[in-house]
């Protein structure tokens, strides 16, 4: 039974991250993908790469930041990627923090976009966390049922 509870633990999750507005719907297709696909571990390879790649583009956005003149339209270059990648995989407010982020850059404000970088980086890092629970427990789930997704 302590798979039972695990995947209760793991619903509470998806339910609070949902609630929370970390991701959308555009999550849930990606979960209807695996189970319809009978894919295992398809969620967990594009939540890590996902994680992967804005790591690195917060951290080119910050070195970009700090230089003594900001090529704004560099920032917002790499703004752009990372919120196309978090639409794509469901990351539903770091999408919205882009979108405002972009707004500094085009207003080419490094103050702006020193504090967007702040909250895009509190959002993210949230979500890692989450995701990596999630996928903590997943795992836990699979070793207690090997035929379980």
Do not use: W
Not at 34 to 53: H, M, N, R, W
Not at 81 to 106: D, I
Not at 110 to 125: E, P, Q
């Amino acid at each position: 039974m302590a798979a039972a509870a695990l995947r209760e633990q793991l619903n509470a999750l998806l339910s609070s991250m949902f609630s929370q507005g970390l991701v959308d719907e555009q999550f849930q297709q990606l979960q209807m993908l695996q189970d319809e696909g009978g894919t295992p571990g398809f969620v967990a390879e594009v939540v890590t790469l996902f994680s992967d790649d804005a790591e690195r583009i917060i951290a080119e956005i910050a070195t970009l930041l700090e230089q003594p003149i900001v090529n704004f339209d560099k920032v917002d270059a790499f703004v752009h990627q990372l919120k196309g990648s978090s639409a794509s995989v469901g990351a539903q407010k770091v999408k919205f923090t882009c979108m405002q982020f972009r707004q500094f850059c085009q207003e080419k404000s490094r103050d702006g976009c020193l504090m967007a970088l702040a909250v895009v980086r509190n959002d993210f890092y949230d979500l890692r966390n989450k995701f990596q629970t999630m996928l903590q427990l997943e795992q836990q789930i699979q070793a207690y049922d090997p035929k379980q997704q």
